[in-house]
């Protein structure tokens, strides 16, 4: 069906939100990707996918309270739903199930 498969991209903003935990915030999440990514993650681009995982039923999100260092506006915090969670647990199977028939690649093996 539509719409239920990630994208590579998608699949690591999901992954960071479920590791930041209840500190899951676009600023946040873009921070989390350069620094395990090693690329540069832009605001926007971070944006549309937060709207598009929220969107497919796979996160959700709700305003925190308003704080003086941010003039008065509020982040908007970013859950894994259980649709989420099965989403990449599919994806990390089917990984891992790929990688297993790849003759010569040893998954308990370093980089």
Known sequence: MKGTNLGEFEELVLLTIAALVSDAYSVAICDELEKY???SAKLGV???VLNR?????????????????????????YEVTHAGK??????????EALWRIIPG???????
């Open 37 to 39: 990514t090693g690329r």
């Open 46 to 48: 971070v944006h549309a």
């Open 53 to 77: 995982l929220e969107e497919k039923g796979l996160v959700k999100s709700q305003l925190g309270e308003s704080t003086s260092a941010r003039g008065g506006k509020r982040k908007r915090y």
């Open 86 to 95: 099965v989403a990449l647990l599919k994806a990390k199977e089917i990984r």
């Open 105 to 111: 690649f040893n998954l308990e093996g370093s980089l």
